[in-house]
């Protein structure tokens, strides 16, 4: 409950419409334009990778070649030109690479004051150590030491290459295979970094590790690759942040997130996105086709996606997790808010392949102006999934007439065992709501956001308390101008 | 305190205020009766500013005040307050939430500085016990799944928090048992002061018994057809409305 106590002083307290609007002037040493065998050629050279890196990224760029783009999601975009874009810029630095937080550059450390989060404070405040992501170069690393008494590795993919190869090859692509989309076969062929995570057998992480993503040169792609794996008995609690400066060029986003849970392992992921949705008219704005899937491949394993996605143009995600493992457990929390001229095509997949294994959906979306939204959901039970369960809930909140919610979830039962069930409502912002709250002095917006979060609080309950914060102030921000 | 006068409303077109005058002093009491559809509703509704009901003639001052040209925000935090007939839902939004929120963003109107949620419980907290409001409605959604007389008393227990100059009480007795009846009635009587007026609105004289006004009018047709003292409403009670009615037509 404190978590929701504390909303409303946060709604109230941020008024702008897009706080983290701003570029930093940071030279960037950037690769020419375009998309080619040289483009993934240099980027695997940039990153001294070994061999057999490379020639899985050449493997997945000319799988690439072949792949038509996927057509199926509710969402409309002129086709999209990838000769037009950069796909590596690392901020200008020691050939070596910063050691610690002295060596950064002090402009991106400014940006990260702007964003509220000065790393050098982090340690002291929050007991959470941020892999800070700007553009595609990870430069920041913090706790670094206290997580590697336990043996935990926390460090930037291309680190992770380099230190500890044998873990990378084992599971990078085990979850989301470089052809699995489109989307996802780019970001293997030209993935410039993201953050590694391992946590040893039974190892408890002592705290939530937090990476923020923010994309800044203008017209680079961003394609973050994250891969976290917990050992069996291990717990971690992931957060993913993103802020992003604001500009008229559509941006595409392609990131890559894998989770491998072992035995009695349980893994807890959460998002909080809020890139830039573009204008009221739909102008510029991040395109979001992101794939984030889990194993549980571990007995009792467990793997929980929480989001709050609030930003972008476009929302093409599916959070979703494969219950292999006998009894484990997937879990899909999700708050989807669209503005203006958004488009969100989002939702999970739960895929029953072990006994006793149970999955809950837990959807609230929450459309405004003229966006369009679209819950895209598959429950799949195999035969062999004896005693499979899963509940869905599905809500969706309409604000104005000139929005859309879309539900349309898949069920494929193959075990008589199973037991699935779906609930779905759709609902209007009511006008008794906010009369009364005005009534009782509260103004048009901070009703909206008080209903709202209200609407949305299974879910950020489920948020970690720093992030559950930060996602109710976007509740409030996201709706700005949505009434009256 | 408040004055009206001459005041004319529709809604969706339809005329329901056909120049009603009214006029309540600081610190007095006033009661509205009259049948179903005479326009009582209507009148709480357009003094409290919800949308849809349209001012088409006559004026409104509130302490000195045009009341018709204030947001609905505005006339709650200038101390005007409605007890809801039908008190709303909100899912998933603590009481305790609410009830901050409202009380905090009056404060700000007033110019008061806002109450952190520590010294907004212990504020609550003497509240509920003088209300005798049980604990549990403080950590339930707002209003939902709460009895009538809890939603009464949810209404009851704001108004002593917001603590306004003109408290209106829409049917206040509509679904209440009379012990519930009774708490909600002390709960008024308590906040009886010389400067704050009080506006009941009812089907019933059973109410009347217990908050006993300083004046009653009969609404009839969107007027006040009648005024008069406290055995007024004594005299509806044994007589019923179609005299009034009669009249008016």
């Known amino acids: ?3 929701n106590v504390e909303t409303l002083e946060q709604v109230q307290a ?6 983290y609007g701003f570029v930093t002037d940071i030279e960037t040493e950037t690769a020419p334009k375009g998309l080619s065998e040289d483009i993934v050629r240099f980027i695997s050279h940039k990153k001294n990778e070994p061999e057999w890196l490379l020639a899985w990224r050449l493997k997945a760029y000319r799988h690439w070649l072949t792949m038509p783009e996927p057509q199926w999601a509710h969402v409309d975009f002129p086709p999209l030109d990838y000769q037009d874009s950069y796909y590596y810029s690392a901020p200008k630095s020691k050939t070596d690479g910063p050691k610690s937080l002295e060596e950064v550059d002090p402009e991106l450390l400014k940006t990260y004051e702007k964003l509220g989060i000065p790393l050098k404070e982090q340690e002291m405040l929050a007991g959470v150590a941020v892999d800070a992501v700007f553009d595609s170069v990870s430069v920041a690393t913090t706790f670094k030491g206290k997580l590697e008494e336990q043996g935990i590795i926390f460090c930037p993919i291309s680190e992770a290459v380099q230190n500890h190869p044998e873990l990378v090859r084992q599971y990078l692509g085990s979850v989301v295979p470089a052809a699995d989309n489109k989307h996802a076969c780019l970001n293997s062929a030209v993935f410039t970094d993201g953050s590694f995570v391992y946590i040893p057998k039974g190892v408890r992480c002592p705290m939530e590790l937090s990476t923020y993503f923010r994309i800044n040169a203008a017209n680079t792609g961003q394609f973050e690759r994250t891969l976290i794996i917990a050992d069996a008995g291990s717990y971690v609690s992931y957060l993913e942040g993103c802020t992003a400066p604001m500009r008229d060029e559509h941006q595409l986003h392609a990131a890559v997130v894998e989770l491998v849970a072992l035995d009695d392992a349980e893994i807890k992921y959460s998002t909080v996105q809020n890139w830039y949705p573009g204008d009221e008219n739909g102008v510029g704005g991040i395109y979001n086709f992101v794939t984030k899937r889990g194993a549980c491949r571990g007995h009792n394993s467990k793997i929980s996606w929480t989001q709050v996605e609030t930003g972008s143009a476009i929302t093409w995600k599916y959070p979703s997790c494969i ?4 009894n484990s457990v997937g879990e899909f929390y999700s708050v989807a808010i669209t503005n203006n001229m958004q488009q969100a095509d989002t939702g999970t997949k ?3 392949l072990g006994k006793n294994t149970r999955s809950r959906i837990v959807s609230k979306g929450i459309s405004a102006g003229r966006s369009q939204q679209t819950y895209r959901g598959l429950v799949k039970i195999s035969p062999k999934a004896q005693g499979a369960r899963n509940h869905t809930q599905c809500d969706s909140l309409l604000i104005g ?3 859309g919610a879309h539900t349309v979830p898949y069920i494929e039962c193959r075990n008589r065992g199973a037991v699935v069930e779906h609930e779905a409502t759709t609902s209007k912002i009511s006008e008794d709501q906010l009369f009364y709250c005005r009534q009782r002095g509260i103004s048009q ?13 299974e879910v950020l309950q489920q948020l970690p308390m720093e992030f559950a914060v930060e996602a109710q102030k976007l509740v409030g921000i996201s709706l700005e101008g949505s009434v009256g | 305190m408040l004055e009206i006068k001459n005041l004319h409303a529709t809604v969706g077109g339809k005329g329901i205020l056909n120049g009603l005058d009214l006029t309540i002093g600081a610190g007095e009491v006033h009661a509205i009766m009259g049948p179903n559809g005479s326009g009582k509703s209507t009148l709480s509704y357009v003094l409290s500013g919800r949308e849809g009901y349209e001012v088409t003639e006559g004026e409104v001052a509130y302490q000195g005040r045009n009341l018709l040209e204030m947001e ?5 935090g200038a101390g005007v307050f409605l007890a809801f007939q039908y008190p709303v839902e909100i899912p998933g939004v603590p009481n305790t939430t609410f009830l901050r929120e409202a009380v905090n963003a009056v404060r700000k109107y ?3 500085p806002t109450l952190d949620p520590m010294a907004f419980l212990k504020v609550l907290r003497a509240k509920i016990k003088e209300l005798q409001v049980p604990d549990d409605l403080l950590k339930r959604a707002v209003n939902v799944g709460f009895s009538g007389g809890e939603k009464k008393r949810n209404e009851i227990l704001q108004m002593a928090l917001l603590d306004p100059s003109l408290a209106i009480l829409d049917e206040t007795d509509s679904g209440l048992d009379i012990d519930a009846l009774k708490t909600v009635a002390d709960g008024v009587n308590a906040m009886r002061a010389p400067d704050r007026s009080v506006l009941v609105i009812t089907h019933y004289q059973r109410l009347l018994d217990y908050i006993v006004p300083d004046r009653v009018h009969v609404l009839a047709h969107g007027r006040i057809v009648r005024s008069g003292g406290k055995e007024l409403a004594l005299e509806l009670e044994k007589t019923g409305y179609a005299g009034f009615t009669g009249e008016a037509a």
């Open chain 2, 110 to 112: 007033k110019g008061a």
């Open chain 1, 445 to 457: 917006e901070d009703a909206v956001a008080l209903v709202v979060n209200g609407f949305c609080r």
């Open chain 1, 1 to 3: 409950m404190a978590a």
């Open chain 1, 401 to 403: 007439d000139l929005c």
């Open chain 2, 72 to 76: 609905p925000e505005e006339r709650a």
């Open chain 1, 14 to 19: 941020v008024t702008e419409k897009y706080k």
């Open chain 1, 350 to 352: 739960m895929i029953h």
């Open chain 1, 323 to 326: 219950l292999q493992g006998d």
